[in-house]
């Protein structure tokens, strides 16, 4: 990450969403040869545009209930 306002909003969304590493926020960053960053760093730079889009981050949290049975071999 070079761009610091990247890196800011990397602690921020980190803090609100209880991570407590940069790892999935830079793999975020990564996916599809850097588009996410490209997009946050394009969407970071709009000063033109009066539609004031909201930039939505959410984690998704999957609850298990189902039993997995391994079976074990002798």
């Given at each position: 990450?070079?761009?610091?306002?990247?890196?800011?909003?990397?602690?921020?969304?980190?803090?609100?969403?209880?991570?407590?590493?940069?790892?999935d926020f830079e793999?975020?960053?990564?996916?599809?040869?850097?588009?996410?960053?490209?997009?946050?760093?394009?969407?970071?730079?709009?000063?033109?545009?009066?539609?004031?889009?909201?930039?939505?981050?959410?984690?998704?949290?999957?609850?298990?209930?189902?039993?997995?049975?391994?079976?074990?071999?002798?």
């Amino acid at each position: 990450m070079d761009d610091l306002r990247i890196e800011w909003l990397c602690g921020r969304v980190n803090d609100s969403l209880d991570v407590h590493q940069n790892d999935d926020f830079e793999e975020l960053l990564s996916r599809n040869d850097g588009h996410a960053e490209l997009m946050i760093s394009d969407y970071l730079n709009q000063t033109t545009d009066d539609t004031h889009q909201p930039l939505i981050f959410y984690k998704l949290v999957l609850e298990q209930d189902e039993e997995i049975e391994v079976e074990c071999g002798k």
